[in-house]
Structure formats: C-alpha cells, structure tokens
C-alpha cells in the first residue's frame, strides 16, 4: 500500500499478518506473554562538569572513529552517567527499562564519525546516581534529560529512543521542541498503548515483591534471561546476546538495595497520563521525525509506528523491519544506522 503525507513526503508499504500470543511463567511468577509464530512483514523504506572519565573497551578504535568514554555529570535530578564518542553535532540515544545506554554501543561505535554520540542511563538505570525520594516517572526522566543537556552546554540534539525511551523523548520534544534538532522513534510507548500488556505481568510481579529474585536469577543464570519465559522474545536471536551485555544490563541494577527500590519505583510509576498529557503538543511538533518499526514485537504492535507518523507533522519517513524485535537497534544495526545517517543528512539539508 503506497501513501502520502502531505507536504512531508512521507510514504508506507506494509504486508503483515498477526500471530497469537501466550503468558509463559518464570520461577512461579507470570512475566509476560510471547510469541507463537512468525509476523510476515517488508522492510519498508518510505521515501561539563564530569566527575569520572572511564576510555571503555568494549569497542576498539577503528581508523578515523574514536573510543568510548564513560562520563557522569552533577544534575538537579542526580549524577547522570553517560557514555560518549565521537566529535560533531550531538546525538542522544536513550534506552528503556531494564537495560541502560549499552543499548546503544553500536550506533556510538559506527556512527562517531559523524556525530558527538551520546548515551545516557536514565533515572534508576545503569551507573546514574540519585537520591531515594527522586522522582522516576517518565516526565520527570524527560525533565531530567534537559537539565543534562543543560549542564553540558549542548543546544539542540538529534533525539533517538527506544522502549519506555522512546516514549520519553516523546515527552522531552514535546516540552522543549527547541532543543531537538530530528526525532528517531523506534518501538515505544505511545499514547495510551503502555504499558503493554505484555508487560503488565512483570509489574505485577515487580509489585509483590519478586523483582530482585528475579534479577538474581537472570544474572545467575544468563540462560533464563534469553528464555522464552523471560527477556528472550525481546530479540530475534537472544542466544547470541553474550553473558557480558547481560551482565552490563542487569548487574547495576542489583548493586545495592536502593538501586533495586529505584527500579521497583520506576515500574510503579508507569503510567500512560504521561504520554497524553503532551499529546497536544506531539501533535505540533515540526522536528524532522524518522519511525523505524520491527513487526515481530509482542509489546507494541506496528499500527502503532502509523499513529505516530499520523500524528507527528514533521514525520518523513516510516520503516518496518521484516521480523524485528524491540531491540532490534542492538542486533539490526546495521540496517538502523544507515538509516539515521539518511535521516541526520535530510534533516541538515532542510535546516539549511
């Protein structure tokens, strides 16, 4: 199916078909419902103040492209630890929930030849330090992105989320359109669409008290984290995601006892009021806006990459990845960041 957007250029082709979906159980405790066959689908191309610096080795230099550096900056809302590399115009990359800017090691990998990366840990995530009564709520994540761009000096950004993360830098484009240079939106939160019911069980559980046994037996054991009854239908190929990035995920999250309350918080805090209180204020939002969409993902189906193109006006293009999975920016990065280099260049030219 061949479409028009208006003035924006914006074109879609989809062919799809919807599978069913069961709720498995991991150690006694429902966490999510998972898939049972395959979705059919084409991949559719529509037209500071640092307080410690750590040089990373998860990825070597590679001729002209520089090595990562683990940062944290002092911010009302906490000590923000981030991972940079790269020089140039900036480019934020911010994760959802469970995981932290890891996430985003290959798009900082390739892409730091263009663009200063950057990737946050949000509130209750990764190395970022914050007090026990600090805010963790979605909005209060977008508000605590500003104060870190703030306290780095950087103006505008080239936005790119993914998850609950995406649904966050709805929030932050919503409120300081003035700071977001291009949107990327991948697999997210969206209006009303969150949290997915196929995560309502993992709150539930989070909720009665079994958030760090699980955790603990996520990392004891990392092959319950790729199972089906856990985090694996998250990715196309879980048994290739390696014990290291699931310790890298997870482990903080355990450290201490606050920062598993800080989770347990932030999973008590969801609630999609966030997403529709700036809903008016989306549907303003002239930023050049790219929406990349796998169509195997059990928590948010495709329909909804539609609505935000539909609702978005500076949205140029759509893109679905035939058989993806929400994090798919870790195991299709390729095919992603060929993408936000098309989409950066666009968005520089029309700002020209």
């Not at 900082?108 to 330090?129: K, Q």
Request: hydrophobic content about 40%.
């Amino acid at each position: 199916m061949n479409g028009n957007k208006g003035a924006t250029g914006f074109r879609d082709e989809q062919q799809r078909s919807v599978r069913p979906v069961a709720a498995l159980l991991l150690g006694g405790l429902i966490i999510g419902p998972y898939l049972g066959g395959l979705m059919l689908a084409g991949v559719n191309a529509d037209a500071p103040m640092v307080a410690s610096i750590k040089v990373s080795e998860e990825v070597v230099m590679n001729g002209k492209k520089s090595s990562p550096i683990q940062r944290s900056v002092q911010t009302p809302s906490g000590r923000i630890s981030y991972t940079e590399q790269g020089t140039g115009p900036v480019a934020l990359f911010v994760h959802g929930v469970l995981l932290n800017g890891y996430l985003w090691r290959h798009q900082l990998a390739d892409l730091s030849d263009i663009r200063r990366c950057i990737a946050v840990d949000l509130l209750a995530h990764g190395d970022t330090e914050i007090t026990p009564d600090q805010d963790v709520s979605v909005t209060a994540n977008a508000k605590m992105l500003k104060e870190f761009l703030d306290a780095l000096n950087i103006d505008q950004v080239d936005l790119v989320g993914n998850d609950s993360g995406g649904g966050i830098t709805q929030i932050f484009a919503a409120l300081y359109p003035e700071r977001v240079r291009s949107l990327t939106l991948t697999d997210c939160d969206t209006h009303d669409n969150w949290p997915p019911e196929a995560f309502k069980p993992f709150l539930t559980m989070a909720a009665a008290g079994g958030l760090r046994g699980t955790l603990d037996a996520m990392l004891s054991d990392k092959s319950v984290y790729r199972s089906p009854q856990a985090l694996g239908p998250a990715y196309e190929h879980p048994e290739q995601l390696s014990d290291g990035s699931i310790e890298k995920y997870l482990r903080p999250l355990v450290s201490s006892d606050q920062r598993t309350r800080d989770l347990q918080r932030f999973l008590a805090a969801f609630d999609n009021k966030h997403t529709l209180a700036i809903e008016a204020r989306l549907k303003t939002l002239k930023a050049p806006t790219l929406i990349v969409w796998g169509t195997d993902d059990v928590y948010f189906d495709v329909k909804w990459s539609h609505w935000l193109a539909e609702n978005i006006p500076g949205t140029r293009r759509r893109v679905e990845f035939k058989g993806a999975r929400i994090f798919f920016p870790e195991e299709r990065w390729e095919e992603f960041n060929k993408e936000l280099r098309a989409h950066w260049q666009v968005a520089r030219q029309a700002a020209q």
